[in-house]
Nanobody, 120 residues
């Protein structure tokens, strides 16, 4: 099975920065897209950022200009650089990927999630 392991979460003051990473391992034939969702207490899960196999990126309006998603295809790893963090960014951030374990079929995989807390 494909496994995703996140790291880089923690607690920072408003205006601070964090860098999240997510490495996919296991039997992986190909990855079509990777990205990050977040969910705060009392709110719905939202897509924060994604990047596909062609390098195209997408961001939630609330993080544009502050967050940057990038990838290292050779390492099956995706990163999320978060700058100018706000208390509203506090949430559990979970990594996902859409991947193949063979040349034929796609499936979705999720990491455990990592807590990001921005506290004043």
């Amino acid at each position: 099975q494909v496994q995703l392991v996140e790291s880089g979460g923690g607690t920072v003051q408003p205006g601070g920065s964090l860098r999240l990473s997510c490495a996919a391992s296991g039997r992986i034939f190909s990855i079509s897209a990777m990205g990050w969702y977040r969910q705060a207490p009392g709110k719905q899960r939202e897509l924060v950022a994604s990047i596909n196999s062609g390098g195209s990126t997408d961001y939630a309006d609330s993080v544009k200009g502050r967050f940057t998603i990038s990838r290292d295809n050779a390492k099956n790893t995706v990163y999320l650089q978060m700058n100018s963090l706000k208390p509203e960014d506090t949430a559990v951030y979970a990594c996902y990927c859409n991947a193949k374990q063979s040349p034929w079929f796609w499936d979705d995989y999720w990491g455990q999630g990592t807590q990001v807390t921005v506290s004043s």
